[in-house]
């Protein structure tokens, strides 16, 4: 007995098919892996900031002077001079510390009026190329351990970068964290693992402590997931961080604007990413 042809209201079945095929774990982990990339290129990221701080870094009020506190009151020299790009390492700029000094200056404001306040001064600052801070320092223990890592060949505007965050990098994590939840629905391993490998690269590179820990939790998934250990996943980690450096280079030594060595690179990819 025939079966009966099933009527899609939106769709005809051979639309639906090609709609199914855009969605395909392939094109989204193709999707994220270029966006995510291109947001990772150094100069790419630079410039964004700059232009997100030029136009949202504008917010000066009562909770942001609070939220500076020291720092506020204006530069100062010999010990207790801070570098006005790292402040913000050092006092009230994360989430717990911003409600507090929003509560401090708004006493008789409700919950959701001081959340609503402490939210804008947090994503003023985070538009700017600074950012915000995963973590509160103080200014000798953030010392110690710029200077220890300087010792493995990290410079202390890398460590400086690698422990603060900004729009665009946060931007360049969700990306890759919307992908990685579709293709683990998808159940599609092999481009789950090719997204991890080339997420981890433009991690590194970018200095992303946002996109670093969507990675390492991605990586955890597959691993927990995969009773085989890594043997079986590795092929397409390798083939993810292979074709994600391949971007990153281009960006980096084409010469004129950033999207021309992205553009590049990316073309470069899909030609040879079947040869890898």
Excluded: C
């Excluded at 351990?145 to 460590?159: A, F, H, P, Q």
């Excluded at 993810?240 to 604007?257: C, D, E, K, N, R």
């Amino acid at each position: 007995m025939k079966k009966p042809e099933t009527f899609n209201l939106f769709f005809s079945e051979a639309e639906s098919k090609e709609k199914s095929a855009w969605l395909s774990g392939k094109t989204v982990k193709d999707v994220a892996l270029y966006l995510s990339t291109a947001l990772s290129a150094p100069d790419v990221a630079l410039k964004m900031s700059r232009w997100a701080g030029s136009q949202f870094n504008t917010l000066s009020n009562d909770v942001t002077k609070a939220m500076d506190g020291d720092f506020a009151l204006g530069l100062r020299g010999g010990d207790q001079y801070i570098s006005p790009s790292l402040h913000r390492l050092f006092e009230g700029h994360t989430i717990p510390e911003s409600l507090e000094a929003a509560r401090a200056v708004l006493p008789d404001a409700s919950d959701a009026e001081i959340a609503w306040e402490a939210f804008k001064a947090l994503a003023s600052d985070m538009s700017s190329v600074s950012g915000l801070p995963m973590a509160t320092f103080t200014k000798e223990g953030y010392a110690e351990i710029v200077s220890k890592l300087e010792t493995l060949g990290l410079s202390e505007s890398y460590v400086r970068d690698f422990v603060t965050y900004t729009g665009v990098e946060l931007l360049a994590a969700v990306v890759p964290a919307i992908g990685f939840l579709f293709l683990w629905k998808k159940k599609d391993r092999e481009s789950f693992s090719q997204l991890i490998g080339a997420m981890g690269v433009s991690a590194i590179v970018s200095a992303n402590p946002l996109l670093a820990i969507v990675t390492i939790v991605a990586l955890a998934a597959a691993f927990n997931k995969d009773k085989s250990g890594f043997k079986t996943i590795l092929p397409a980690l390798s083939k993810g961080s292979i074709l994600s450096s391949i971007v990153l280079l281009s960006s980096h030594i084409i010469a004129g604007p950033a999207w021309v060595g992205i553009v590049i690179g990316i073309i470069l990819v899909i030609l040879l990413r079947k040869k890898i």
